[in-house]
């Protein structure tokens, strides 16, 4: 499935990188989403040729209301998502295919991806790649998505009936693929990727990423919080921790605070900040977690470089265990 408009310049790659793959039968469901430039001559022309090209004009929709239209139109079973700035390596849905066919119990399959730009990235981007390229099993997946998306969109297959069920991709001032594995996390789907590189990852200006509200920290924050506010590990009756007193922090976990939840006691280094309160809540030093005869629910949410290196560990060693204890909050 390759939504796109005004592609002109770098379809013609992307197609070649598709068509090229090897493998099971497929077909590309092209939604041209109201493109002013030559593009969807550029599919119409080279559908002419090749019937597994399939080109969809339902006019000016929208990415998600694209997205949406050519998931209606997909005829598999298995949908692989593409960009129409990216590029497959060969073997990718031979490799994702084979990999369903092994695993029934899964729903989503995606794949390590190598970033490429006409400038070069920053170096937080890059170090968001590194992050996700090692984010691999179901297991590893579902204990960090409420640090970052750890999926890159593009790099997706997954099965449609599943997605469908679930309402496909939703509207809303927010980024529509990480809401989606929120959503698929939260309806008890297993997402899982591939330790290999097989999508070259385009990063540059126009990305929407870069220019769309949707795709803001801010829209990033207020989704975390409303899908931490209806995690299961939330509902327990547990105690909850944050990991975080400075400005910043509480600014983002009060997002969460006022869907209802209390926080039992707030973690800082900072000594200056020690024996304070913020919202009734003691401010404590790391190591008075060992403290808690019932084991409290960890949200850390420090987000300054090398900070999970160091806090991980430090709650590992009292017996804390990512995904059930503690999770990091990006």
């Known amino acids: 499935m390759l939504p796109f408009r005004d592609a002109e310049r770098t379809l013609e790659e992307c197609l070649d990188s598709v068509l090229s793959q ?30 597994r090209l399939r080109l969809m004009q339902p006019g000016k929709v929208g990415l998600v209301q694209a997205l949406n239209h050519g998931l209606h139109h997909c005829r598999s079973s298995l949908v692989a998502r593409m960009d129409a700035d990216d590029r497959m390596f060969p073997g990718r849905l031979s490799q994702q295919y084979s990999y369903f066919l092994e695993h029934r119990d899964v729903d989503l399959v995606a794949c390590q991806v190598v970033l490429f730009a006409d400038e070069a990235p920053g170096e937080g981007f890059q170090e968001y790649i590194r992050w996700q390229n090692n984010c691999l099993t179901p297991e590893e997946i579902a204990a960090e998505i409420y640090w970052e998306s750890p999926l890159a969109h593009p790099s997706v297959m997954f099965r449609r009936e599943r997605v469908a069920a679930l309402g496909g991709y939703r509207e809303g001032a927010f980024p529509e693929d990480y809401e989606l594995w929120l959503r698929m996390h939260q309806a008890g789907c297993r997402m899982t990727k591939l330790p290999t590189p097989l999508l070259a990852w385009r990063d540059g200006p126009t990305r929407l990423t870069r220019t769309d509200p949707r795709y803001a920290r801010d829209a990033f924050d207020r989704l975390r919080a409303e899908y931490l506010a209806r995690d299961p590990r939330l509902q327990q009756g547990r105690a909850l921790i944050i990991w975080g007193a400075g400005r910043r922090t509480r600014r983002r976990a009060e997002l969460l605070l006022r869907q209802g939840f209390q926080v039992a006691a707030w973690i800082d280094v900072d000594p200056n900040k020690l024996g304070g309160r913020h919202a009734g809540a003691e401010v404590m030093a ?38 059930a204890d503690y999770f990091m909050v990006g």
């Open 22 to 51: 090897l493998g099971p039968s497929f077909e590309v469901v092209a939604v041209d989403d109201g493109s002013q430039d030559r593009s969807s001559e550029l599919v119409a022309r080279r559908g002419h040729y090749d019937p």
């Open 286 to 323: 790391p190591h008075r977690l060992a403290e808690w005869t019932e084991r409290p629910l960890v949200l850390v949410y420090v987000t300054s470089r090398g900070a999970r290196e160091s806090i991980a560990p430090l709650l590992e060693s009292m017996g804390y265990r990512r995904g």
